[in-house]
């Protein structure tokens, strides 16, 4: 979950033609001469259906799309004669950097659109470290994934290798699209490829979760992370958070991907998110099971066993669990018209059950249903804000982008920003020389 306000790590709207991977390569030149050997990339994830159930140990159905965040870097400790070690602003690669540390002894990460960099001293600060002394902005997330595989042992005792890298993204911020997870799994997979010992996606997924969790503390489950780590071509993810499976689920080929932008942020949604999960643990403590995972109804007497609140937020996810396989049959049968009203009705229960919709989510959803060539829509992330998804027929997505745009902004008052989005592998490293 991005909190809103967070440094734009990438992002950049100047250059958006050029693609992130080679913004970061340059990045990386420009910061400290000599070639990269590594690129990182990492996609965003949107989420079809299966909304805040993955902390009720329930389904989702992500997609891993074509924005992305790369990372071009190169390990400290061995760098090839010739190459400079130059720091940001110039300095030799001897010297020690602004914090002290010399540069052998430390990941470094600049990103095209934060001046300061994200500095993680080898060893990484210890996990109980209290949050004041923690790094702030997009580089907690760099900094809790190396606390994480020093402090688990992920690394099965090869330790962390020191590394310097660049960023770059083209993957919106607080937009419901997972742009931190895309930065976790990225920092996660270049220190464990640069260590020799890659753990298996699952358990890297479950590394970057913790980092979020217990560095960052924002209390999320697991579906951006698999999201991201798991991404296949063409493919949406059905992911089963309690048996922590990913089964990939075809997409129709006339099938489009419509990421809808409403351009809205807001602030605080990290304290709401902690109330609906705990109204959600509250509803599955007071009807006797481990996780609402567990019910395929609401029992006859839900409503005298639960407070108004618990009782809509558990009739919201047992419903959204059996959308997720309803929706994945639809897809891989090919039908769009029936995924597309399962996404509507999705809206539906997120929006009254659940209460994390908002205005411009549900502008957007209502001029994506209305416009021609679409089959569903639907908020999409943890709520309130960010972005839409909508299905829509690929042939007709002149027609819908011709007829979206004008209700939009007569419904929101603002201009949405529309991405066509495709199925894409998730989170990879190539060897660049
Ligand atoms: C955020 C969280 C996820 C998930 C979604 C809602 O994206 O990071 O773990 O709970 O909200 O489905």
Redesign the pocket.
Known sequence: ?APPGRPDPAGGSGERAVPAALRAVRAFKAAYGGEPTHLVRSPARV?LI??????NDGL?LPVAIDRELCIALRRTDDAPAGADRRQPGGSAAAAADDDGVGVGAQLRLVSEQDPTPAVVPLPPPAPDTPPPARATGWARYVQGVAVQLAATGQLAGAGLVPWQGALASDIPLGA?L?SS?ALELAVALACTHLAGSVPAPTELARLAQRAENAWVG?A?????QLACVGGIAGHALRIDCRALTVTPVPLPAGLAIVVIDTGSRRELVTSA?ADRRADCERAARALGVPALRDLDALPADAAGRLDPAALRRARFVIAENARVDAVAGALAGGDAEAAGRLLLSGHRGIRDDFEVSGPELDAAVAAASAAPGCFGARMT???FAGCAVALVDRDRLDAFTAAFEPAYSARAGREAVLHVCSAVAGTSVTALR
């Not at 299966?50 to 902390?55: A, K, N, V």
């Not at 999320?220 to 951006?224: E, I, P, Q, S, V």
């Open positions: 979950m989420n299966g909304e805040h159930t993955d902390y989702c419901g997972s997870a924002a999320t489950g697991l579906l951006d998110y992330g943890g709520g």
